[in-house]
């Protein structure tokens, strides 16, 4: 078993625009569908955390200052091409189950139902690599 992180990012490449925007059913529907591929992933014991990020608004980056402390600005920026919108951890047997769910993730349904087709970012985690794959 290898831990992978599948990391959702927030572009407006499919055209969607933001869920404030967007029919509350078709919101709805979005959350459903996570929601079921969620629990799904529970049941399999493959989920291990998932956590859908707060808004740029909300966000803060930090940089170290050297001896006198930190700087601190707000943002990203919601008007940044890409931002992270969330991530899951996944407890799989080899990268391509984590591949196979990043599909699964990506398919969520934007407005009207279409599949939003966000790019998810794959990435092990460190701990997990063999010997010698650092």
Same mark, same amino acid.
């Given at each position: 078993? %290898?831990?992978?992180?599948?990391?959702?990012?927030? =572009?407006? /490449?499919? &055209?969607? !625009?933001? @869920?404030? &925007?967007?029919?509350?059913?078709?919101?709805?529907?979005?959350?459903?569908?996570?929601? #079921?591929?969620?629990?799904?992933?529970?049941? +399999? &014991?493959?989920?291990? =955390?998932? *956590?859908?990020?707060?808004?740029?608004?909300?966000? #803060?980056?930090?940089?170290?200052?050297?001896?006198?402390?930190?700087?601190?600005?707000?943002?990203?920026?919601?008007?940044?091409?890409?931002?992270? %919108?969330?991530? *899951?951890?996944?407890?799989?047997? +080899?990268?391509?189950?984590?591949?196979?769910?990043?599909?699964?993730? +990506? %398919?969520?349904? !934007?407005?009207? &139902?279409?599949?939003? #087709?966000?790019?998810?970012?794959? #990435?092990?985690? @460190?701990? =997990?690599?063999? /010997?010698? =794959?650092?």
């Amino acid at each position: 078993m %290898a831990r992978y992180i599948l990391l959702t990012r927030y =572009d407006d /490449d499919a &055209g969607a !625009g933001l @869920m404030s &925007g967007w029919d509350p059913g078709d919101v709805a529907a979005h959350l459903d569908y996570l929601r #079921r591929l969620n629990q799904e992933l529970i049941e +399999s &014991g493959e989920l291990v =955390d998932m *956590q859908a990020l707060a808004g740029t608004d909300l966000a #803060r980056t930090v940089v170290s200052g050297g001896p006198g402390g930190q700087v601190v600005t707000d943002g990203p920026y919601g008007e940044a091409k890409e931002v992270l %919108a969330g991530y *899951q951890l996944v407890d799989v047997e +080899s990268e391509g189950r984590a591949i196979e769910i990043a599909a699964l993730v +990506s %398919a969520v349904p !934007g407005p009207g &139902g279409a599949p939003l #087709r966000k790019r998810i970012e794959v #990435r092990r985690l @460190m701990d =997990d690599l063999p /010997d010698g =794959d650092l």
